[in-house]
């Protein structure tokens, strides 16, 4: 195993281990397995962010997958003042009547989550559930009922585990809070 002391000495703290993660990842799994036994599951996965995450939960999801991906980008807190979110639309994507299981790194503001739930809820599918690895506890603009969490974490910038500050930490194994 790599040890990383090179981009992890950036890291003001640990937050979660590579091990909690993998543990709690494991318990998602087998708790989505249950819920859709017997059904294909339309994977909708949130690029970048949730690359590492989307790999690591379906490779212990022992039931037929099909995945899309798309990209978002929000622009809350930038030059616009009311949030938007451009979504990628992936093209000749079909979801009528599927059974859609959205995926993302981490709930914030809930813009993101909550634009994309409702631009997939207009191709009239037969289910719509959500999961996130993390879900930040912190005033939320938009309503955005969750599925499945990974960890309810505190209001903080979070890297690693395929999450970025400037394009950089994606491939960190743990999730952490950079110095300041
Ligand atoms: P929301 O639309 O819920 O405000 O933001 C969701 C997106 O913002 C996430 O998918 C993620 O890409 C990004 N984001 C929110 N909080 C963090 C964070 O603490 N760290 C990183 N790296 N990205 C974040
Ligand atoms: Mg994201």
Avoid at 28 to 51: C, F, H, N, S
Avoid at 65 to 77: D, F, K, P, Q, W
Avoid at 83 to 89: C, L
Wanted: one cysteine or more; hydrophobic letters at 45%.
């Amino acid at each position: 195993m790599t040890s990383f002391t090179g981009i992890l000495s950036d890291l003001d703290r640990v937050l979660l281990s590579a091990e909690e993660i993998h543990d709690r990842v494991a318990n998602m799994a087998a708790q989505i397995q249950r819920d859709y036994e017997g059904k294909v599951i339309t994977v909708v996965v949130l690029m970048d962010g949730a690359l590492f995450f989307v790999a690591d939960l379906l490779r212990q999801i022992d039931l037929p997958i099909r995945l899309v991906t798309l990209g978002a980008s929000s622009y809350h807190g930038g030059t616009q003042s009311t949030g938007q979110v451009a979504i990628q639309w992936p093209a000749g994507a079909d979801f009528v009547n599927q059974d859609i299981l959205l995926l993302d790194d981490i709930l914030d503001t809930g813009l993101t989550l909550s634009a994309l739930r409702e631009r997939l809820m207009a191709e009239k599918p037969a289910t719509l559930r959500a999961a996130v690895l993390l879900d930040k506890k912190r005033p939320r603009s938009h309503d955005c009922p969750l599925d499945y969490c990974g960890f309810e974490i505190a209001d903080e910038f979070v890297v690693g585990y395929g999450m970025d500050y400037q394009g950089r930490f994606r491939n960190l194994p743990c999730i952490g809070i950079l110095k300041p």
